[in-house]
């Protein structure tokens, strides 16, 4: 039982992650920045546009002196993933576009791991059945982590789709509603006019 802890622990030392929601105001820009300390890490960024607009966003990844990995324009989500060449400092921003007036709520995550070498594959190959069912379980936890998110992010979009229509429903309604007033009142002067016409001539 020891033994399954002390695997478990090495193995989550081995990841650094995080997961963070940020509202992004009109014409904003911000930045996250991942470290990486040695050549070879893995480095794996996921976003997802939850609320605001149109569900877009435009992004940017930058490495070590300003060189730029990944770009992109009015996206509603990504997931990239990248081996860090450089040691240094990986720049992940977010800019809510000149086009866009309204502010959107950003989901992201940005994980840091040491990327497998053929020598780790080798030692891999040797555990005991026990230490490849914890780095199944492990590898099945970010696979149901990321339906969860997808599922997560379907449904805000789906909310804010419905609300949407609720509102202009109710929109339509009144101005229907007014209209119907507007032609009764039309109608009834149309109508009292005409009897008063009538009775002039008499």
Known sequence: MLRKVMLLLALLAMVNAVTLRKWIASHEKTCYFASADTPGKKISFYFAVHQGGNF??????EGPNNRQLFKGE????????????????YAFCFK???ASFADKLVEFDITVEDEARPEDI?????????ASSVVTI?????????????????????????SSTES???????LDSLCVV????????AIQALFTAKRSRL
């Open 56 to 61: 877009d966003i435009d992004f940017e990844v």
């Open 74 to 89: 009015a996206e509603r989500q990504g997931d990239f993933v990248f081996t860090a060449t450089q040691v240094g400092e």
């Open 96 to 98: 809510n576009g000149l």
């Open 122 to 130: 080798a030692k891999r190959q040797k555990r005991d059945e026990v």
């Open 138 to 162: 492990a590898s099945d936890l970010q696979q149901i982590t990321k339906f969860m998110k997808y599922f997560r992010l379907r449904e805000n979009r789906n909310f804010a789709t419905v």
């Open 168 to 174: 202009r429903i109710w929109w339509f309604s009144a």
């Open 182 to 189: 507007l032609v009764a009142v039309i109608q009834v002067y």
